[in-house]
């Protein structure tokens, strides 16, 4: 029997450097808000697929109001969200049936592709895989800097001295990340660490072996407002190329 897909989405942040005056998770991207676009991304991958959406506590209302009056009718699970992410993705475990296949994506990452989601949990069903983490490759040059200050007091950026970094051997991880539920909750029953940055740094203290596959470039996070034009101009071409 194959295993249930469950999707937690992480949307329980303020988004303060987006500056907006809603979480930008809320924000209205192509005339529907971010969290639509990144939940309908993944029924429309597996349309048998149980979301667990974790939210502000003070958004729980507007949430279940918005879906209600926009015919917005994915069953979802709402749950409270936590002081940090980490405590967010906890909160939702205590909501994912045993044997499931998990994944746990950011609700700021509305472009995330059909095929990237069905794909990544067909690789779970192998059986052979306990944890799958989409990466990409870094572009830039990477320099590493010390914050020091200048004759004149201001702060400055300043070469480390013999440090280099290997670019060929840094990737950015994004989400969707696939987990067995079980290894999901035996990783987060250990206690919080700040390292803790997403659930593959939460899985590998835990011994748990981690798989990589290619993420996609379109997959960003929304975090500034320049991060939203970009995703705008994205959707509208996506929209009128579906037309
Ligand atoms: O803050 P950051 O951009 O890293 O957040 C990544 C995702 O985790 C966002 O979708 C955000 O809403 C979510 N998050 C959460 N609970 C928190 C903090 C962030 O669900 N306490």
Redesign the pocket.
């Known amino acids: 029997m194959k295993a249930k897909k469950i999707l937690v989405v992480?949307?329980?942040?303020?988004?303060v450097?987006m500056g907006a005056a809603v979480?930008?998770?809320f924000l209205e991207l192509g005339g529907k808000p971010v969290l639509r676009r990144t939940i309908e991304a993944f029924v429309r991958a597996c349309p048998d697929i149980k979301v667990i959406t974790?939210l502000p506590k003070d958004h729980i209302p507007f949430w279940k109001d918005y879906c209600r009056h926009n015919e917005f009718y994915c069953p979802q699970t709402i749950v409270t969200?936590?002081?940090?992410?980490f405590?967010?993705?906890r909160n939702a475990l205590a909501h994912v049936p045993e044997d499931s296949v998990v994944a746990i994506h950011?609700?700021?990452?509305p472009l995330v592709s059909e095929s990237l989601v069905r794909g990544m949990f067909e690789k779970m069903e192998s059986g052979r895989i306990r944890a799958l983490i989409p990466v990409v490759p870094m572009v830039d040059t990477l320099k590493v800097l010390d914050r020091v200050r200048d004759d004149l007091g201001n702060e400055i950026l300043a070469e480390s001295v013999g440090e280099r970094v290997d670019r060929s051997r840094i990737f950015g991880a994004q989400t969707p990340q696939l987990f067995r539920a079980e290894d999901l909750r035996a990783a987060y029953s250990q206690a919080f660490d700040v390292a803790f940055?997403d659930d593959a740094s939460v899985a590998m203290a835990k011994g748990i072996p981690l798989s990589f596959c290619e993420g996609e470039r379109y997959n960003f996070?929304l975090?500034t407002p320049e991060d939203l034009a970009l995703a705008e101009m994205i959707v509208s071409c996506q929209d009128r190329a579906v037309r």
């Open positions: 992480t949307a329980a942040g303020s988004g450097r979480p930008k998770q974790v969200g936590g002081i940090t992410r405590h967010s993705v950011d609700g700021v990452r940055t996070k975090t």
